[in-house]
């Protein structure tokens, strides 16, 4: 079977984003039962990262851990990532030892030189461009609070903030679904046009909608759920003051926007957030907040990536195979060092 990297949303059809969501919902069901499948028993995943996380180093971790494998936290300092040693390197020594690799880059180029190397899966836990473990959490937290009688394709979703890496994979999976999608932000925040071409060639195919505004209140009007997500990112600490006069107030998610939308809208946010930022206590903490659901299917996310992407490529031998390894290995060991009585 060929190496299938999970880089972008925008490498897999609708169907199989469908598919990878499918069994991350029926391992969250086993998860809940207390029956999570060993499916990874004895592999490995080589978790790179360049920069901090919470959700996804402990998701990925426990991830690994319940499916039966091992997680091995790789950060800056500790791996010589293309520094005293070239990204093809690492990306060829890492496959030799590990069944997968997981990282979270500074630039996106990194994880795709990684990817053009690697002999074993490689994901993407977030770059500079995009974050696509973190939507397909988002659509299935989607799924789990729709409004009555609505299917996913009837869905509103609308994103209140900067062009984001977690904006850029937000539109491109709604809009691949079949959603409808809106990003309300001042002009100079909004997205990009390469960016919303791509969306507007998924609408073609898929039937879903994309609107960029600069009027939260009529982006809000009828969302059935409500994004938002940090006004600033790496490397643009400068930015702060413009950036917080160009979105302060009308679009921080406070309680005055939030009541303006739908009495059935949810509230999301990806965390971590600033609060009294781009959203308030009051909002966070609401009773249709789901952003403490949201954060939890990171988790599940991680187990239905890590067993659609690695359990395929990994041995799976039986039981009979297994003991005749252990007994040839267990003989050679007792003729070299002689149980003693």
Not at 31 to 39: M, S, W
Not at 98 to 107: E, H, P, Q, S, Y
Not at 122 to 136: A, W
């Amino acid at each position: 079977m060929g190496i299938r990297h999970f880089i972008d949303t925008e490498d897999f059809s609708k169907e199989e984003l469908l598919d990878i969501i499918r069994v991350t919902r029926q391992i969250k069901a086993a998860d809940k039962a207390g029956c999570t499948p060993r499916l990874l028993d004895g592999a490995s995943l080589a978790m790179i990262f360049e920069e901090p996380s919470t959700r996804t180093r402990v998701s990925f971790e426990v991830a690994m851990t319940e499916l039966g494998g091992h997680a091995l936290y790789l950060k800056p300092g500790e791996i010589h990532l293309g520094v005293r040693e070239s990204l093809y390197d690492t990306a060829k020594v890492l496959s030799r030892m590990c069944d997968g690799i997981f990282a979270r880059t500074l630039k996106h180029a990194t994880i795709t030189e990684l990817a053009k190397h690697a002999e074993v899966p490689v994901i993407n836990g977030l770059t500079d461009y995009n974050h696509p473990t973190q939507v397909i959490c988002d659509v299935i937290t989607m799924l789990e609070h729709l409004p009555a009688g609505k299917k996913l394709e009837d869905t509103r979703v609308t994103f209140i903030g900067d062009a984001t890496n977690v904006l850029s994979s937000l539109m491109l999976i709604c809009t691949r679904l079949g959603m409808k999608f809106t990003q309300a932000a001042p002009a100079a925040y909004q997205a990009p046009s390469s960016w919303t071409e791509w969306a507007r060639a998924n609408c073609q195919r898929s039937g879903g909608t994309l609107t960029i505004s600069d009027d939260p209140l009529a982006a809000i009007r009828e969302a059935d759920f409500i994004y938002t997500d940090l006004w600033w990112w790496v490397g643009q600490e400068d930015q702060i003051p413009a950036r917080r006069a160009a979105f302060m107030p009308d679009y921080q998610v406070n309680l005055d926007l939030f009541s303006k939308a739908p009495g059935h809208c949810k509230f999301m946010h990806c965390l971590p957030a600033s609060r009294g930022v781009e959203t308030t206590d009051q909002v966070m903490d609401h009773p249709r907040s789901i952003i403490f659901d949201q954060a939890e299917n990171r988790l599940h996310t991680e187990k239905g990536l890590l067993a659609y992407f690695l359990y395929p490529r990994v041995k799976h031998p039986t039981l009979e195979k297994k003991q005749k390894y252990q007994k040839e290995i267990q003989s050679s060991l007792d003729q070299l060092f002689p149980p003693t009585a």
